[in-house]
């Protein structure tokens, strides 16, 4: 009964493919977001959703696109992967005014 | 736009110890912080979280924060560390009005010695 759930836990591809990492929560919470830790563990916003709406799209190529199907559910698809994205990429998710983050348990990409 | 700092990169103690690991943010207005840990391989786990109240925080595992409105901090502490304490800890702040994604700290790792 994992409450935030991402899959695939680890992704490695090629340079130029597209790739997606699904999420899932079933804990109820209105919101859901995706953060990128780098190679230095620092961890940086890069999309949320609220019942299905993006209210936070912080400066990402692109070549990134959340897809959020219902309020369960937010996707990460993305194009053209370079070097640079390798990283690991966890989903969250919150409930309400003042809530802490629940998070999945990452998905480490890397790109060769 | 809000920021976190912790001046700790890594931090390297025995065990029984004390901790007390620095955590400043900027924001001037009402601010939640909460303290997450990493264990290697892992998913962030909140620790401890502030939100009104008591500036004096408990959380699990017998971790504590102190948040001191007038010097923008809000460090963690343990009175005795153990081994498995060894982790990457993660302070972060929340504008309650905003959009409520948390602005992180750089992180400091915790190396316990047995």
């Known amino acids: 009964d994992t409450a935030v759930s991402q899959t695939p836990k680890y992704l490695v591809t090629q340079m130029g493919n597209d790739k997606s990492i699904k999420c899932e929560q079933n804990l109820g919470h209105d919101t859901m977001y995706w953060y990128k830790q780098d190679s230095k563990k620092f961890l940086k916003i890069m999309f949320s959703y609220n019942n299905k709406e993006l209210i936070i799209n912080e400066t990402v190529p692109n070549r990134f696109s959340p897809k959020s199907p219902d309020k369960a559910h937010l996707n990460l698809h993305i194009n053209s992967l370079e070097l640079g994205d390798s990283a690991v990429y966890f989903c969250?998710?919150?409930?309400?005014?003042?809530?802490?983050?629940?998070f999945g348990n990452g998905t480490r990409l890397t790109v060769t | 736009a809000q920021s976190v700092s912790q001046h700790n990169h890594h931090v390297i103690l025995s065990e029984a110890a004390s901790l007390e690991l620095g955590c400043n943010y900027s924001y001037g207005g009402t601010v939640n912080l909460f303290w997450y840990v990493q264990y290697p391989g892992q998913h962030l786990q909140l620790l401890l979280k502030y939100f009104s109240g008591d500036p004096l925080v408990k959380g699990i595992k017998g971790f504590e924060a102190e948040f001191i409105k007038s010097k923008f901090s809000f460090n963690l502490r343990k009175p005795s560390v153990q081994w498995s304490d060894t982790a990457e800890y993660f302070c972060?702040?929340?504008?309650?009005?905003?959009?409520?994604?948390?602005?992180f700290g750089s992180g400091t790792q915790l190396t316990v010695l047995p």
């Open positions: 972060a702040s929340q504008d309650p009005g905003s959009a409520r994604q948390l602005t």
């Open positions: 969250a998710s919150s409930q309400g005014r003042d809530s802490p983050l629940h």
